[in-house]
């Protein structure tokens, strides 16, 4: 029995914003048939002979412009790493997401995900937050910050 194993919906590019539809079907017998937004089917031998008919009349298959338009919308990925879900300390073991620091641990270094200014002692009551990577790659905690008391002073 003859039937339609493919339908494709193609857009005429340069016709945009007015839209200039053809349909592509493809049978089981591997014939095609064109229907276009003036109502009128073409009949094709095959696929690519559709195809190549399409692409002469500047069509662009639905799918393809689809994912274009997503991908402008969402653009490129931001090259900013997302924050880590859980983060632990590589040398004691200590769950720094859930709060955790070892007291002795220059890993943790007296703080689990943020502490106070180490600068001065947490006197200027600011918080610092901890650069995940660099606390783990190196072995020595890193925090991310400026003491209060020091911007003061330097006016
Ligand atoms: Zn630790
Ligand atoms: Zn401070």
Same mark, same amino acid.
């Given at each position: 029995?003859?039937?339609?194993?493919?339908?494709?919906?193609?857009?005429?590019?340069?016709?945009?914003?007015?839209?200039?539809?053809?349909?592509?079907?493809?049978?089981?017998?591997?014939?095609?048939?064109?229907?276009?937004?003036?109502?009128?089917?073409?009949?094709?031998?095959?696929?690519?002979?559709?195809?190549?008919?399409?692409?002469?009349?500047?069509?662009?298959?639905?799918?393809?412009?689809?994912?274009?338009?997503?991908?402008?919308?969402?653009?490129?990925?931001?090259?900013?790493?997302?924050?880590?879900?859980?983060?632990?300390?590589?040398?004691?073991?200590?769950?720094?997401?859930? +709060?955790?620091? +070892?007291?002795?641990?220059?890993?943790? +270094?007296?703080?689990?995900?943020?502490?106070?200014?180490?600068?001065?002692?947490?006197?200027?009551?600011?918080?610092?937050?901890?650069?995940?990577?660099?606390?783990?790659?190196?072995?020595?905690?890193?925090?991310?910050?400026?003491? +209060?008391?020091?911007?003061?002073?330097?006016?």
């Amino acid at each position: 029995m003859r039937k339609v194993i493919k339908t494709r919906w193609w857009l005429m590019d340069c016709s945009l914003p007015q839209r200039n539809w053809a349909r592509l079907r493809v049978w089981n017998d591997g014939t095609c048939d064109l229907l276009d937004s003036d109502d009128r089917l073409h009949p094709f031998e095959s696929e690519a002979a559709a195809v190549t008919f399409l692409r002469e009349d500047e069509f662009v298959p639905l799918d393809q412009l689809l994912d274009e338009v997503t991908y402008n919308r969402v653009g490129p990925s931001p090259l900013v790493p997302p924050e880590p879900a859980r983060a632990d300390c590589p040398t004691c073991g200590s769950s720094w997401t859930e +709060g955790l620091y +070892g007291p002795e641990c220059d890993t943790c +270094g007296g703080g689990a995900m943020d502490r106070p200014c180490p600068v001065c002692g947490g006197i200027c009551g600011r918080v610092w937050r901890r650069a995940v990577m660099d606390s783990q790659d190196s072995g020595l905690a890193h925090w991310i910050g400026h003491c +209060g008391l020091a911007a003061r002073t330097q006016g």
